[in-house]
């Protein structure tokens, strides 16, 4: 199964500030059509997950500007140029090249 | 509006049977691969398995393989996730969601609790 590694497990991110999140998987994402499946969700506490970013980069309708992601091959990275307090939560990288699927440890952001 | 509905979430014995259902509205149910994806309580998302278009594929993560099947009735837009020999470990709450590789759509999840 391909292990996907998130970091860090927990950040304390200053209001206004940027935040990043890596997430390196143990083997390549790319899939053999070409695409490659690594998918950023946030979830807020009793709330469901919610997607911000497939393919590594490609925002999902309705997520703020703020977000964005990059990477290839095994290491990815998600980025919020200016937090905000509704971005405080668990936030997940999901591998979908490969069954099984599998999703990072989680990341608590929390802002101050 | 895109919608998904869980439901059939309950307490049940270890050793016991339980169906789930996912009642999607708000796109044509047909043209989308879905999926299960569960969260132990205080832990991290688990894919559970997931269903091609027209229900013809599935695929299971390996500790569900041989005790859950998922299905489909695309003419009342309805995804199942039936779990048998259950588990306390099998204790979550489980998400149905659009797509078998950009999650998309997301329900807010029925709780499942296995205990004696």
């Known amino acids: 199964d391909v292990v996907v590694t998130q970091a860090p497990l927990s950040s304390l991110v200053i209001l206004g500030q940027p935040a990043s999140i890596s997430c390196r998987s143990s083997q390549s994402l790319v899939h053999s059509d070409g695409n490659t499946y690594l998918s950023w969700f946030h979830q807020r506490p009793g709330q469901p997950p919610r997607l911000l970013v497939s393919q590594i980069s490609n925002r999902f309708s309705g997520v703020p500007e703020r977000f964005s992601g990059s990477g290839a091959g095994t290491y990815f990275t998600l980025r919020i140029s200016r937090v905000e307090a509704e971005d405080a939560g668990f936030y997940y990288c999901m591998q979908a090249t490969h069954f099984p699927r599998t999703f990072g440890q989680g990341t608590k952001l929390q802002i101050k | 509006e895109v919608q998904l509905v869980e439901s059939g979430g309950a307490l049940v014995q270890p050793g016991g049977s339980l169906t789930l259902s996912c009642e999607v509205s708000?796109?044509?149910?047909?043209?989308?691969?879905m999926s299960w994806v569960r969260q132990r309580p205080g832990k991290a998302l688990e894919w559970v398995a997931t269903?091609?278009?027209?229900?013809?594929?599935?695929y299971f993560a390996d500790s569900m393989k041989g005790r859950f099947t998922i299905s489909r009735d695309n003419a009342k837009n309805l995804l199942y996730l039936q779990m048998n020999r259950l588990r306390v470990a099998d204790t979550a709450v489980y998400y149905c969601a659009t797509g078998g590789w950009n999650l998309e759509n997301w329900g807010q999840g029925t709780l499942v609790t296995v205990s004696s």
């Open positions: 708000g796109l044509t149910f047909s043209n989308y691969w």
């Open positions: 269903i091609k278009k027209d229900g013809s594929d599935k």
